[in-house]
């Protein structure tokens, strides 16, 4: 018997929006790794929304109160995650966050890149209180 698989939505917080961020849990799975590779801090994954542009902190102990439905029986194209380092403000305060942009398979790092200068900072903070500062760099 073949366990279901899950695919989560993770709410994008900017009001106006109210569009989410659909992964499957082996995507979830391979981010949560891929950060872990990256740096310490992956109590909360910093995501940015496709749609309005908006980068938030979803704090993975808020993962059994997202949406969860049975993934799709066919499998789809895997999206290409992309992971940006970021700032946060003119302060230096040595806080490094990583941010995961996820996307259709074929959207190229340039393009990517071009985008990423009109992102929405708003919800991203580091523990200090400190905002991201742009430009944000691939690792």
């Known amino acids: 018997m073949e366990l279901s698989r899950l695919e989560y939505h993770i709410p994008c917080p900017y009001s106006e929006c109210g569009a989410y961020i659909p ?57 290409r995650l992309s992971f940006l380092a970021a700032r946060f403000c003119k302060s230096n305060c040595g806080v490094r966050r990583i941010v995961v942009a996820v996307r259709p398979a074929g959207e190229t790092e340039e393009q990517l890149d071009i985008e990423s200068r009109t992102w929405e900072t708003d919800h991203a903070w580091c523990p200090n209180y400190h905002q991201i500062v742009p430009p944000l760099s691939f690792v």
């Open 23 to 79: 992964l499957h849990e082996t995507i979830l799975e391979g981010i949560v790794q891929g950060l872990a590779k990256l740096t310490t801090d992956v109590g909360g994954i910093t995501f940015q929304c496709p749609q309005c542009k908006g980068i938030f902190v979803f704090e993975r102990d808020r993962l059994p109160d997202v949406l969860a439905v049975s993934a799709p029986a066919v499998v789809q194209t895997e999206p």
